[in-house]
């Protein structure tokens, strides 16, 4: 039999959702049961891809090639699920597929309308996921009460009218905020938001209420009463710094065993959280510090370097060393120069980006790198920006570039394929999704990786120009890994630096606490001993 768990969230956004759900994914899985999840973005667009990451933070790539919320990286981290473009969909793919199937006049002449034709077509997304797990979390993002988000809830509701009692389960993260002038916590909001959702007709069997400060009994209580919940389902999200602690701060409220209860599902009795515990006791009790530059352009939000940073964190776990961050915009460096935001700094890192500003800012800061002997790692936009640091400095090829950033570059180092200038939708011409690279031996990624064939996600547009290779290699870059169909350089690296490394890849969602990215923990390792 297969469960299924819906999550919402009410009062405001950024609760944590998705971090909330993973951690309940996770508990689950501790129990001996296989997860998996849906996360519904009620946004028009097909998907993140073409959002900018001002707007929607970090694009989460899939194995498959889907570009999809941030939250998916979440429960990949978190959990064994593996997601693929099945795991998000948005009010816009919503749409389209019935819009299309009207069109192809499957919907027989009938008037096609929100419910039942549009909440039919969220139910088939949820209901197509019982192959890939027991037990499937699906997530509502927004807000109760946003009009944008009614369908996904209507079909949610019919969802639990039509199965077992024991089957579903609502779930409802809510804010209990602390107020300072009457120094008390306020259960109103979370009393408001709950009472919206019954207007609709669910009711949340569990609460997790996001506060700053424990909640007493008598708060359990009135939440409890107020929004008629038993006092037990009513669990405590106090504020975290550490992510990862929280499958823990849940499990202690017995957060799993009510679930089980409520699904009727076995527990295991040897279920343990143990991997959790080390993890969390390693981030918490460091034997060293490192400080690891992050020179961007999307610096400003918290949210579009989202894997990159965690994949740092777990960096550090295989080092037993805590990892802070220096966020550098990289328009900065352009005003101001590198050293002010680098001197203090132990390693590099460029994530991704699209389009030229900012660029000149992030090629300065990799130059600052690669002459101060700075651990760098460099990811796609990195790499390309690496590559025309090196050609212009120290091949002396003053004028190089990429047709990304001046589309009229003569020559350009990083380039359109010619097979891509023949496409002309927007889009149609990124790579996208997991890729085989072959290493070369010797390399520091060969021995980071150990393996000779390796498959990284990809998400971009624009490629290395092979005829740079020659007289690159004959300055001391090495090209240490190729997709060998189409001779495609993946990873460069250089000669006479301790850690120099740049992938057209994306190795950072892939990392995962109990699995760090070996090249994100050899990145870290390099960066403690650059201050030994
Ligand atoms: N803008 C570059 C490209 O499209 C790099 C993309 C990225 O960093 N993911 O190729």
């Not at 107020?179 to 109103?188: G, H, Q, S």
């Not at 909640?215 to 504020?239: H, M, P, R, S």
Request: glycine fraction near 8%; proline fraction near 5%; charge should be positive.
């Amino acid at each position: 039999m297969k469960k299924f768990i819906f999550v919402t969230g009410g009062v405001v956004s950024s609760l944590g959702k998705g971090i909330a759900s993973a951690s309940i994914g996770a508990l689950l899985e501790s129990h001996g049961y296989k997860v998996t999840f849906l996360k519904f973005d009620p946004y028009i667009n097909v998907d993140p891809g073409t959002m900018s990451p001002f707007q929607h933070g970090e694009v989460y790539v899939t194995e498959d090639g889907a570009e999809t919320d941030l939250d998916l990286g979440h429960y990949e981290r978190f959990t064994n699920a593996k997601m693929t473009h099945k795991n998000n969909a948005t009010s816009g793919q919503i749409y389209y597929s019935v819009i299309q199937k009207e069109r192809k006049g499957e919907y027989l002449g009938k008037t096609v309308q929100v419910v039942p034709h549009v909440t039919n077509e969220i139910k088939e997304r949820i209901f197509a996921l019982k192959k890939e797990g027991d037990i499937i979390i699906t997530e509502i993002g927004g807000t109760v009460g946003d009009i944008e988000s009614l369908p996904f809830l209507e079909a949610i509701r019919q969802i639990q009218i039509t199965l077992p009692e024991e089957d579903t389960i609502h779930i409802h993260l809510t804010l209990v905020p602390y107020i300072k002038a009457a120094d008390e916590i306020k259960t109103k909001p979370t009393q408001h938001s709950v009472g919206r959702l019954r207007e609709i007709g669910i009711q949340p069997k569990i609460l997790l209420c996001r506060t700053e400060k424990p909640l007493t009994d008598e708060i359990k209580e009135k939440i409890a009463l107020f929004c008629n919940v038993k006092k037990e389902a009513v669990i405590e999200a106090i504020d975290t710094d550490l992510i990862y602690e929280i499958p823990l701060i849940f499990a202690r409220q017995k957060l799993d065993l009510i679930l089980l209860k409520y699904l009727n599902l076995k527990k295991n009795p040897k279920n343990d959280l143990e991997k959790w515990r080390e993890i969390v006791y390693i981030l918490r009790n460091p034997e060293k510090e490192v400080k690891i530059g992050v020179v961007g352009k999307y610096i400003k939000l918290q949210d579009s370097y989202k894997s990159i940073y965690e994949a740092l964190i777990h960096g550090g776990i295989a080092n037993k060393c805590r990892v802070i961050f220096e966020k550098v915009d990289s328009e900065l460096i352009e005003k101001e120069g590198a050293e002010k935001f680098l001197k203090d700094v132990s390693g590099i890192i460029v994530p991704g980006g699209f389009g030229i500003r900012g660029t000149e800012g992030i090629i300065e800061g990799i130059k600052y790198a690669r002459e101060n002997k700075i651990p760098f790692l460099g990811i796609c936009l990195g790499l390309q920006c690496a590559s025309i640091e090196f050609a212009r400095n120290v091949c002396g090829l003053k004028d190089a570039s990429s047709t990304e950033f001046n589309p009229r570059t003569k020559n350009p180092v990083i380039y359109l394929l010619p097979e891509q200038r023949r496409i002309k939708e927007k889009g149609g011409t990124m790579r996208l999704g997991a890729y085989p690279c072959v290493l070369k031996k010797g390399t520091i990624s060969y021995n980071a990786y150990k393996r000779k064939i390796i498959y990284e996600r990809h998400r971009h547009r624009y490629e290395f120009n092979n005829k740079y290779r020659e007289i690159f290699e004959k300055n001391g870059m090495v090209i240490a890994g190729i997709y060998p169909e189409k001779d495609l350089v993946e990873i460069i690296e250089l000669k006479n630096h301790p850690f120099f490394v740049a992938t057209q890849f994306h190795p950072e969602f892939k990392s995962k606490p109990f699995k760090p990215h070996p090249l994100f923990s050899e990145f870290i390792k390099a960066s403690c001993q650059f201050k030994d």
